[in-house]
């Protein structure tokens, strides 16, 4: 029997049971075309035990949407149903999703860049080679705004791209150079590691005396973006595009430290610890580096 044809049969028991007390069961069924025998069936059990595991499965399902606050599309929600012990399909809960209107919210678009020139002072040595295969061999850094009734708060990261972990950064209200030296200095002093590669593109802030000085003190070898070439530096981009995808969401805030509170706890507490990353087989930045950890060990 086709769904259609068992929300049909549904709909006449339920039109039968509400007219019962004023015509005769036999009579109605025999109008409606449906079986007495199907009637008290379903009586006994009005919702099937596919609707009912729907029901129970979609409570799972609005509690990994809520706590992912709204960004997790079916493919991640699965994955944290499969990781408590669920064995539904993918398909099933991107129509139950879909069904029940849980739409994740989407990403932004991305500028369109022309091919720019070579940095003079600084070459490309990362070459858009994102994908490494061990911890602090090379990281990338970038700066993008966020907009407060106080004026724009400045924000700077680096990532490790083995695991995509942010892993420093920094907020100012201003562009100043130490804007990207606080952010590096925090990951230099984490990861304690060195000869590490650190990409960034052709901002002042990574081209000035200051930048170079710090990266050979510390060990880093600097990486340079062609000029206008948003690809080269892709991944931080795109971390970018998530933070205001899933966090920010066009709004001002009322103050900077509300900002840097906010963009703390998405950062510290959800990406780098919770939010399940697609480039890491769907876990988290932490999670992929304790799994690596643990296989290095054995």
């Known amino acids: 029997m086709s769904k259609r044809s068992v929300s049909l049969a549904r709909s006449k028991y339920q039109f039968i049971k509400a007219h019962r007390a004023e015509h005769d069961v036999h009579a109605m069924c025999r109008l409606l075309g449906v079986a007495r025998s199907g009637y008290y069936a379903w009586l006994k059990q009005p919702v099937s035990n596919r609707a009912e595991e729907d029901a129970r499965l ?15 599309g079916a ?5 944290d149903l499969r990781e408590a012990g669920e064995t539904c399909s993918k398909h099933r809960v991107a129509r139950l999703m879909r069904v029940n209107n849980l739409r994740a919210l989407h990403g932004y678009r991305m500028r369109r860049w022309s091919v720019g020139k070579p940095s003079v002072l600084i070459p490309n040595l990362l070459q858009r080679q994102f994908t490494v295969t061990r911890p602090n061999k090379a990281w990338v850094s970038d700066i993008t705004y966020i907009r407060t009734w106080q004026g724009w708060l400045y924000l700077a990261v680096v990532m490790d791209l083995f695991s995509r972990k942010i892993v420093g950064w920094s907020a100012h209200p201003t562009l100043q150079r130490e804007l990207v030296l606080d952010a590096v200095l925090k990951a230099v002093r984490r ?5 590490v590669v650190i990409h960034s593109d052709q901002g002042t802030q990574y081209g000035c005396d200051a930048w170079r000085r710090f990266c050979r003190s510390n060990h880093l ?3 340079m973006s062609r000029k206008g070439n948003c690809w080269d530096n892709a991944v931080a ?3 970018f595009s998530s933070l205001k995808k899933e966090r920010i969401k066009k709004q001002i805030y009322k103050n900077r430290e509300l900002a840097v509170a906010d963009v703390a706890d998405y950062i510290d507490t959800f990406y780098n610890r919770t939010r399940r990353h697609s480039h890491l087989g769907g876990i988290s ?14």
């Open 191 to 195: 990861r304690r590691s060195r000869g």
């Open 285 to 298: 930045p932490e999670q992929f580096e304790a799994a690596h950890r643990r296989k290095s060990v054995h």
């Open 221 to 223: 070898e600097p990486s």
């Open 75 to 79: 493919p991640r929600v699965f994955l």
């Open 58 to 72: 979609l409570r799972l399902i609005r509690a990994s949407f809520l706590a992912s606050q709204g960004i997790y």
């Open 237 to 239: 981009e795109s971390f």
